[in-house]
């Protein structure tokens, strides 16, 4: 895939699954959408929850990489809407949901993990091992640095 098409790909992927589940976070965080969690058996505090992460999460993945530290703050971000997203799943299935509703989620799943593999660059580690290619293990009192080939 070219350059041009991968970024494009990257970009819808992480748009249809960023900007539903900012919404979504700021539906929670209002109380407009705490009634299906109340179905699905989740205490309405859990709304609070949701809905300050997936803002944060949202924000975190749309934002530039700046810092050092943002490629874990990223990777974290991933990480945390993948388990919201098969948590949802598996919430829906086990209930008794139609496909209608655990769909959706698994959808988002699969948008997220091509939105995750696809990240320009630019939009990854820019310090540390992964950015550099070497780690520094420490062994005993002296320290090891490896060469990381993948």
Do not use: E
Not at 86 to 112: C, E, R, T, Y
């Amino acid at each position: 895939m070219n350059t041009k098409r991968k970024s494009a790909v990257y970009w819808i992927a992480t748009a249809l699954v960023v900007l539903p589940n900012l919404g979504a976070g700021v539906g929670y965080l209002t109380g407009a959408m705490s009634d299906d969690l109340g179905r699905l058996g989740y205490p309405m505090y859990f709304a609070a929850i949701l809905g300050t992460w997936k803002v944060l999460g949202s924000l975190v993945i749309l934002s530039p990489q700046f810092a050092p530290w943002m490629d874990r703050a990223k990777d974290a971000a991933y990480g945390g809407y993948f388990v919201v997203f098969s948590g949802a799943v598996v919430s829906h299935a086990a209930i008794g949901d139609n496909v209608q509703k655990v769909a959706p989620p698994a959808l988002m799943a699969v948008l997220l993990i091509v939105s995750y593999a696809l990240r320009p660059t630019s939009r990854t580690a820019t310090d540390g091992p992964a950015a550099h290619g070497t780690m520094t293990v420490p062994k005993g009192r002296s320290v090891v640095t490896c060469q990381l080939h993948s």
